[in-house]
């Protein structure tokens, strides 16, 4: 594995790398991984193609680091609107809006992410398995204080996870108005939901009714 290159000391090789990382993002969104290329990312970040190579290595090395900043925004995002519940389903409810919302915004999350699967296993599994992690802790924490059912961390952080996903193909990327390939949709407030109140059950401490 080729080392990362430096993180840039200086605002504008911040700035440049941002352009880069924004430009790749969306050429590998709407090209795909063997469509794209170094020159067309540099041509939509508007750099010569010589500063690309001072900030990655290869087309392969900025597709991960799409992937990485990709999941470190969508985390944020969900992270930061699930802190301000005062429970675990609204933690629930607060953190599965807040990815429908991003989803709906960067399209490219989904298409990228799927492209890794065969252009980057390695990337693909560290991104399922960073939001799992954070999942996991908050999902024991909620189960020591009796908040939900006595259910396995981890089992029930990649089956919600999967749950969001999906739900999230099927009608913000897959939209009943949404083109291959086009702008996404927005997930339907009874769509929203029903998917929660599935949860809600799923996750209910036994013999609770709702």
């Known amino acids: ?3 990362p290159k430096p993180v840039p000391r200086t605002t504008k090789g911040t700035r440049t790398r941002g352009r880069l990382l924004a430009a790749a993002e969306q050429v590998f969104a709407d090209l795909g991984f063997h469509d794209a290329s170094i020159v067309k990312i540099t041509e939509a970040a508007g750099v010569g193609q010589g500063t690309f190579y001072l900030y ?3 087309k392969i090395d900025v597709f991960d680091e799409v992937v990485e900043d990709l999941n470190r925004r969508v985390r944020h995002a969900m992270i930061e609107a699930s802190s301000r519940a005062t429970n675990r ?7 599965f809006a807040a990815f429908f919302a991003f989803t709906a915004e960067h399209p490219a999350l989904y298409r990228i992410v799927r492209q890794a699967e065969f252009v980057s296993p390695g990337a693909l599994r560290k991104h399922y398995t ?18 939900i059912g006595d259910i396995d961390p981890e089992v029930a952080a990649w089956a919600l996870m999967g749950i969001g996903e999906i739900v999230g193909m099927r009608w913000v ?5 949404v083109q291959p ?7 339907p407030p009874d769509v929203f939901e029903q998917a929660m109140r599935f949860i809600e059950r799923a996750l209910a401490p036994e013999g609770e009714n709702r």
């Open 181 to 187: 390939g086009g702008p996404t949709s927005t997930l």
């Open 56 to 58: 990655f290595h290869s």
């Open 1 to 3: 594995m080729t080392d």
């Open 89 to 95: 389903i609204d933690a629930e409810r607060a953190g």
């Open 130 to 147: 960073r939001i799992v992690e954070g999942y996991m802790t908050g999902l024991a924490k909620a189960r020591a204080e009796g908040q």
């Open 173 to 177: 990327l897959w939209g009943d108005d």
